[in-house]
């Protein structure tokens, strides 16, 4: 089965697949790596937010109102979206959900996951995405590293991670290449870099660390507004 990601610059990610496109923090007006605004996004099942900051929950209430997408965070942050406008049936699971839980939208099972990182309501968290033929995304959201990654690893088979190496307010490149050694995940694609000045402002020193761990994770760079597929094989899938 064939996916498409789309990385949208800094941590926003589209992600299209069978008939759903899911958007994963929608940080488009005054995201320097967007090649498009929240206005010109037509279509949209499901959006994700990792946490309560301005860069990560960017456009997310306009876009659901504008799509009429179904909205998943953390209980306490759609609680406040609810309050500044948010229709109450475009919640995911009616209230949100909240960390080590799994929701369903169609053929995409999400799992909210610890992150360790701080945010303005409720708690940050990252997503681990399972498609219809199980392929798995790993959406680690903004995060320090933390050892329970390991049990993600052991939990999840991880086709796909994105991690953020800006450094800063994150895990720096070098962390998120250990974290790649803790996930055991097959492919890696580094995030939260590049788009402000504070941050790693290049994958170079990310692919080095990758190489001298010997990670065993395949890097792939993304390029801000390039649809890349995904190609996924049916696969045993644990339930939760």
Known sequence: ????????????????????????????????GAVKTSASVAKADLVLVTHDHA?????????????????GAVVE??????????????????????IGGTVRLGDVRVTMTQAVHSSESGVAAGYV????????????GDTG???????????????????????VFTMCARQAAVACTLLHCRKVAPMHYGSFAALEQNADSFA??????GA???????EAGKPVALEGQDKTQCDC
């Open 216 to 222: 065993g994770a395949e890097l792939l760079l993304l």
């Open 55 to 71: 860069d990560h929950v960017g456009q997310a209430l306009s876009i659901c109102r504008a799509t009429g997408a179904m909205l």
């Open 129 to 140: 995405l399972r498609l219809a033929d199980g392929y798995t995304i790993y959406h680690a």
């Open 1 to 32: 089965m064939r996916h498409e990601l789309t990385w949208h610059g800094h941590a926003a990610f589209e992600l299209a697949t069978g008939s759903a496109t899911v958007l994963i923090d929608p940080f488009f007006d005054g995201n320097p």
């Open 77 to 98: 942050t759609v609680t406040k979206l609810a309050s500044l406008g948010l229709p109450k049936e475009q919640a995911l699971n009616g209230i949100g959900f909240n």
């Open 145 to 167: 590293l933390f050892a329970g990654m390991e049990l993600l690893g052991r939990l999840y088979s991880i086709d796909l991670a994105l991690l953020p190496i800006g450094g």
């Open 208 to 213: 080095g660390h990758l190489e001298d761990l």
